[in-house]
């Protein structure tokens, strides 16, 4: 059983400022954490850091931006209604929610000013590309630990994979053998969806396989050649 909380809880950041981590790859390290009845391995991205990073800073200079713009309109006269500023002050709080906690605004006359709580900001800088794993299990190393989760979150993508892109859908057998060839196509159809995915990687990096899958779907007229032993060449509009 495993389980993954959104972010590290409090008694983690202990584990990312002084823990020992293993290297279990390119891009991830990985530490575990001893509790008596349970097993807790901490994950570190560096891919994951770097997206979680640059979401940061797209959502402070969105931030930084509306607070600048509500001051200029502050100290233009614009705005006089201390219930009208209040709202606009809600407005950007709905709009940045993720970092709206790090800032403290003040209003003072026809002035607007903010300074920043840099312990919560850096702490939350701290646990970017940071997960953690929970499961019951004796197992005591943490590359294994953190191999086997990323073994079941293959499995769980590939039944999505079969239920949505390849559309399997429950069919009533009755007979063992069609149970056994409902099965066989299945495999075979997320066998055929692997291998696409592979050769999508390798010549369009872009593109996912069911992008692939909806634009050859779309082609409606084909031509198909045939060489002739005569000589020459035959073609089949389809």
């Given at each position: 059983?495993?389980?993954?909380p959104?972010?590290?809880a ?18 991830v ?35 930084i ?13 614009q ?11 809600g ?6 929610p ?8 003040s209003?003072?006359?026809q ?23 929970r499961a019951?299990w ?17 499995a769980?993508a590939a039944?999505?994979v079969?239920?949505?892109?390849v559309?399997?859908r ?32 390798a ?5 996912t ?17 045939f060489?002739l ?10």
């Amino acid at each position: 059983n495993w389980t993954v909380p959104s972010q590290p809880a409090n008694w983690v950041e202990q584990a990312l400022l002084a823990g020992s981590w293993t290297q279990v790859n390119a891009q991830v390290e990985v530490q575990l954490i001893p509790e008596s009845d349970e097993v807790y391995v901490l994950c570190r991205s560096a891919g994951r850091r770097a997206k979680e990073r640059a979401m940061r800073w797209r959502r402070l200079r969105g931030l930084i931006g509306d607070l600048r713009g509500l001051r200029r309109a502050l100290r233009a006269g614009q705005l006089k209604d201390p219930a009208l500023i209040e709202r606009r002050l809600g407005r950007l709080q709905e709009r940045h929610p993720q970092v709206w906690k790090w800032v403290r605004v003040s209003v003072e006359g026809q002035d607007l000013r903010w300074t920043w709580d840099r312990e919560k900001a850096c702490r939350a800088m701290r646990a970017e590309g940071t997960y953690l794993l929970r499961a019951h299990w004796s197992e005591r190393d943490p590359a294994t630990l953190w191999k086997t989760y990323v073994q079941l979150s293959e499995a769980e993508a590939a039944f999505r994979v079969l239920k949505s892109e390849v559309k399997i859908r429950p069919i009533w057998h009755w007979l063992a053998d069609r149970v056994e060839a409902h099965v066989l196509v299945a495999f075979l159809g997320y066998c055929l969806w692997v291998c696409l995915k592979k050769k999508v990687a390798a010549l369009a990096p872009g593109l996912t396989p069911w992008q692939v899958v909806d634009q050859l779907g779309r082609i409606v007229l084909v031509e198909v050649w045939f060489d002739l032993v005569e000589g020459g060449r035959l073609c089949l509009p389809r």
